[in-house]
């Protein structure tokens, strides 16, 4: 089968590769369309250390078990199901699991992938496949209802890509007052259409004027934007996963007494859900679609500012 894998901090294409096993209580899933996330990108700086096959957020057909032959797309931590963790209902934070594409266990950008049946969803039949490659990152933007109470919450959402766009919606299905804070003009024009109120990062006043601030930059600032805009007493929530190190004084969380959030997967029902309820809006969200020998130029236009959402298209 083809695949895409990093060793180092190279991305190379790869013509042939063994297909995967299946083992104990997995099924092989053959990928349709596979997205291109900040994750991806910062592997290739060193996050995680991960050499091997990439990817994690995708669409698929499984080939056997309970779901054969429906489109299915599927959680990342692989966990063990037997430790405390896993036991008390936080198996993503198992202590033995692998992660898609990340962690000890190889990802989507391949013709087939091996993935726990536990972890399938399957797709609705109303919601596209272009649609559907988005479950993993949605599900990761509704975790943050999870985590904090966002009602009558004022909230301000720092970036303006592709996760950006999904957290920035997630929350205004709980609140209307939502800001949306960016560098390009050209990407906060989408927001604008879809009703967000924007503001340019270069003319953000840095005063605490919001009860909730998301950080969906990619970028080590973030979090230091973050804290200068959050009133005392508020939420951080840090989205932005960078392989680089980056440095700031602490003492205004404390001093304010911030809430700092690491936020990660969340639920796939929920976001399967809003998908099929057309709650999230995704037109023309995917920018641009490579076949997967296109791999370099697939994975440096994901790293572009024009870009917003790059998959592969392994159907065709």
């Known amino acids: ?64 078990g309970r779901f054969m032959g429906k489109r299915v797309v599927g959680e990342i931590n692989c966990s063990c199901q037997r430790c405390d963790w896993c036991h008390r209902g936080a198996s993503n934070h198992c202590p033995s699991r692998s992660v898609i594409g990340i962690l000890n266990r190889d990802g989507v950008f391949a013709d087939t992938v091996a993935i726990p049946e536990r972890n399938l969803h399957v797709v609705p039949d109303s919601v596209s496949n272009d649609f559907a490659v988005f479950a993993e990152p949605l599900a990761a933007a509704l975790q943050i209802h999870r985590q904090v109470d966002l009602r009558k919450k004022r909230v ?97 969380l404390v001093i304010n007494e911030v809430t700092v959030v690491g936020s990660r997967c969340g639920p796939f029902a929920e976001a399967l859900s809003a998908l099929e309820s057309n709650a999230i809006d995704l037109d023309g969200l995917i920018s641009h679609r490579f076949a997967i020998d296109q791999a370099v130029e697939a994975m440096q236009t994901a790293a572009s500012h024009e870009a917003l959402k790059v998959v592969f298209d392994l159907s065709r």
């Open 1 to 64: 089968m083809r695949a895409v894998s990093l060793f180092g901090s190279e991305v190379k294409f790869q013509q042939v590769v063994p297909e995967p096993t299946a083992g104990n209580g997995e099924v092989l899933v053959d990928v349709l369309l596979a997205g291109i996330c900040e994750t991806d990108l910062q592997l290739r700086n060193g996050y995680m250390r991960f050499s091997g096959i990439i990817g994690h957020e995708f669409v698929g057909v499984a080939r056997s």
């Open 156 to 252: 301000a959402v720092l970036g303006d890509g592709r996760l950006g766009m999904l957290c920035a919606q997630s929350a205004r299905l709980i609140t209307d007052e939502v800001l949306v804070v960016g560098k390009h003009s050209m990407k906060l024009e989408r927001f604008i259409k879809l009703g967000f109120s924007t503001q340019l990062l270069g003319e953000l006043t840095h005063q605490p004027s919001f009860d909730v601030v998301i950080d969906c930059t990619g970028s080590p600032t973030g979090l230091e934007t973050a804290c200068a805009i959050v009133q005392p007493l508020g939420f951080v929530i840090l989205k932005t996963t960078v392989a680089r190190e980056h440095s700031m004084s602490l003492a205004p």
